[in-house]
Each structure stands twice: as C-alpha cells, then as structure tokens.
C-alpha cells in the first residue's frame, strides 16, 4: 500500500504525520478514534446492512459516537489493535469478493478533492475570515465548518475547512466517489 496520498491529505488537513510510534495528544487518539470506528460502522451498518446492539441498544448511526480519551495509550496495543483491524478488513475483502485495492485507490483520490485547489491564490497561508470562505471560487461549506485555512503543499494552495473537532469538512465542489462501474465489474 502506498500512503503518499493520505500523507498528502494528513498535510492538507495539518494533521502530523510520524515516522515512528508515538502515542499522541488525547485531541488526535479521539480523533484516530472516531475516524477508524465511524468508517467502521458505516461497512458494518450501511454495507452489510448488520445493526450492532450496545446493552440492547441499536446503534444506527455512526456518527452517534462520542470519544472521549481516559486511558493511557498502550504502544503494543495499538499496533496489535490496527493489525487485527487490517487483517479483518482483508478476511471481509476475500469473504465477499470486494474489489478493496482499485476501491482503496479511488477513494484516496476522492479524499484529496476534500480540499479546495486554489490555482490562482497569492494572498499565502493564513486563516480565512468568514466573508472570504467562498475563495472567490463561489465555494460553500456545511454548517459545521468552524474555519477554513489556505495551506500550501507542493507549490500549490488548498482551502481546508474544518469542524470544531479538527475533522475536514466537505466543500460544496466535493462529488462523493463513484464506485458504480468497479462493483459492476466484480
């Protein structure tokens, strides 16, 4: 697997990418948190159509969860939780036959048109005002947004905006994936 383009989208989202183990502030492990269970529960809800219970409990949505960090990390923990969660990611790729590798592909490509390209900017990084989210590109964002950033990544600028939790929002020039021709050829 190639990670240049999450690489890429974890520096337009100004998220820190770590060449070795660190256990990180509590803000980026509930965020780790959220984003690994929510896409999750959206495999196990929306695609195999499994409503999990909790103490009796449906749980039908995967934004529902809240995180909340209260323990100490434990390294050998988290490589051994991630692998097992990529080994049971690759068992469901085999057991239902998912195109996951052209899947995996498209959706990185997706992911990096999260962010705004601003080919003609020259105002440099800084925190956009309100008034000025649309990027002169008549771009809105949902209500979310607490505040849109330009960043520059490889020579080029990017508009980001994010939600009072650090997650990236989607612009209104975001398309979702289209994954109808690669499931119609499995």
């Known amino acids: 697997m190639d990670s240049a383009k999450i690489r890429k989208f974890m520096q337009l989202a100004g998220q820190g990418v770590q060449e070795r183990l660190i256990s990180s502030d509590p803000k980026t492990r509930a ?7 929510s896409e999750v529960l ?3 809800i929306r695609g195999l159509g ?4 909790i103490n009796g409990a449906p749980l039908t949505d995967p934004e529902a969860v809240t995180y909340e960090p209260v323990n100490t990390p434990d390294p050998e923990e988290m490589v051994d939780g991630l692998a097992d969660v990529a080994y049971t990611m690759y068992w469901n790729e085999c057991a239902f036959g998912i195109p996951l590798k052209h899947a995996f592909e498209l959706v990185c490509d997706n992911n990096l048109e999260k962010f705004v390209c601003l080919p003609t900017w020259t105002r440099g990084e800084c925190e956009l005002q309100k008034s000025d989210w649309d990027c002169g590109l008549g771009i809105s964002w949902p209500a979310e947004v607490a505040k849109v950033q330009v960043l520059k990544i490889d020579n080029d600028y990017f508009a980001v905006g994010k939600d009072s939790r650090g997650k990236v929002r989607k612009p209104s020039s975001y398309r979702p994936v289209d994954l109808t021709a690669l499931v119609a050829n499995s």
């Open 42 to 44: 959206e495999y196990v």
């Open 50 to 53: 499994v409503v999990p219970q």
């Open 31 to 37: 965020l780790g948190a959220q984003l690994l269970l």
